[in-house]
């Protein structure tokens, strides 16, 4: 069978909701913790531009006519889930570029210093978050608008959503503890692990309810969740979310802020969980977007 949307689409629907994670991450951490979060706050926004950035140039390659991309702007479709999804990610990677440059060091901003950037700031912090829950939920409802049983589950935006809440932590635990520079301090990564492992708990919880009502639901969308479990996808879904992606991590960060962890092993710790993290999040959207063109209605 051809698939419509394959991996490129995949790897959109991913970097889009990691974005918006990274970005709602910075944006709480700069309003809530202050100065104490403020690498938080800086990691966020340096990351936040880049992954979209990324699955746009892929989309524009997977569209195979790039250079009409510009059509989906001339009009705003008042029923097209995707005339207002691309606007909102227009407007999401503009003003993502603009709020790293604001918190680039004074010195590497190039064409200038914003005049009052702290109150730019604040007021992008107020604004984004509503932004990026636009832009993470939208991928889900780009699906649940299509016509498949499995893309018809009602919690598809909420599992999107959470997901890349959580895979935007995940991506500022990771680069703040690698780095050599502006590394997070033991405080930030204590709330960010806690605050990642409730995000891995709720997902768990919205997969389950999702697989619950798809299985005693129509008979196709028994079916359609059918192959999750048991089907052609089945290794991906226990093995690669379930298994690598959602109880590794989560079993590692409980460990983590009950200190059950070695000083040692720390570090190797905390990068192993925010990878297998992303990992989960990736291979979400890869079986829900595969898996749904698999199965249909009868």
């Given at each position: ?254 460990m983590e802020l009950k200190d059950k962890i070695p000083v040692k092993w720390a570090l190797p710790v905390t990068i192993s969980s925010s990878f297998l993290v992303l990992l989960g999040g990736f291979f979400v959207r890869y079986v829900i977007t595969y898996a749904g063109q698999t199965s249909g209605w009868f």
């Amino acid at each position: 069978m051809e698939l419509t949307w394959a991996l490129m689409i995949v790897i959109y629907l991913f970097t889009a909701g990691l974005s918006a994670g990274a970005m709602i991450t910075s944006n709480l951490a700069f309003l809530y913790g202050g100065k104490d979060f403020e690498r938080v706050s800086r990691w966020g926004a340096y990351i936040s531009p880049f992954p979209i950035s990324f699955g746009l140039a892929v989309l524009l390659l997977d569209l195979g006519s790039p250079f009409n991309f510009y059509r989906l702007f001339l009009t705003l479709e008042v029923r097209s889930p995707m005339s207002y999804g691309s606007w909102a990610i227009l407007l999401f990677t503009g003003l993502s570029i603009i709020y790293l440059y604001l918190w680039l060091p004074e010195k590497y901003q190039v064409i200038g210093h914003f005049k009052n950037s702290e109150q730019w700031k604040k007021w992008l912090s107020k604004f984004m978050p509503f932004l990026s829950v636009g832009v993470a939920s939208y991928t889900g409802l780009l699906l649940n608008a299509a016509v498949s049983p499995l893309w018809k589950a009602t919690l598809l935006p909420v599992l999107f959503l959470v997901s890349a809440l959580s895979t935007g932590v995940a991506s500022v635990i990771l680069l703040s503890t690698i780095s050599p520079w502006q590394r997070a301090r033991h405080k930030e990564l204590h709330v960010l692990t806690k605050v990642d492992a409730g995000l891995i708990i709720l997902e768990c919880l919205i997969i389950l309810i999702m697989i619950s009502m798809g299985r005693l639901s129509s008979m196709s969308e028994s079916y359609a969740f059918g192959s999750l479990l048991y089907g052609q996808y089945a290794w991906i879904f226990w093995f690669l979310i379930v298994g690598l992606g959602l109880t590794i991590p989560l079993l590692l960060e409980l460990m983590e802020l009950k200190d059950k962890i070695p000083v040692k092993w720390a570090l190797p710790v905390t990068i192993s969980s925010s990878f297998l993290v992303l990992l989960g999040g990736f291979f979400v959207r890869y079986v829900i977007t595969y898996a749904g063109q698999t199965s249909g209605w009868f």
